[in-house]
């Protein structure tokens, strides 16, 4: 697929785990590369083991869920990001929105979800 091919992995289920060869190691060369926004995540309890995630536009994981919503990202690599972060992260529960939209974000006050980012990597990003 070229860049402009590619579609996000959309995560909107709980307790999901999207992870890399057996064991959710990098060593095991999983990757996603280009696009836009490579996964977006909306429902809580996901998990993401090893996975390698290269050369975004705008992010590599696009994030929202309200305060009782968690996230785990382990053994990754986010490598040659340009958009303005490699994860993001927004407060409200957006399970039924097609899209994020910004106008929907809860205020920073309701409380964010819980994330938690182990044994990764960044390098090389150049995000504003």
Do not use: W
Request: charged residues 20%; aromatic residues 4%; contains cysteine.
């Amino acid at each position: 697929l070229t860049p402009s091919e590619l579609t996000t992995l959309e995560i909107s289920g709980d307790n999901i785990i999207v992870q890399c060869g057996g064991d959710g190691s990098r060593k095991d060369a999983c990757s996603i590369a280009g696009g836009s926004v490579q996964i977006r995540v909306t429902g809580s309890g996901v998990q993401i083991r090893g996975m390698r995630m290269l050369t975004s536009a705008v992010a590599a994981i696009e994030a929202a869920g309200d305060a009782s919503s968690e996230l785990l990202i382990a053994d990754c690599e986010f490598s040659g990001h340009m958009g303005f972060a490699a994860i993001s992260t927004y407060n409200g529960d957006l399970r039924n929105q097609p899209r994020l939209n910004v106008s929907d974000f809860a205020a920073p006050s309701s409380g964010s979800m819980n994330l938690e980012v182990v044994d990764s990597a960044f390098e090389r990003n150049d995000v504003s």
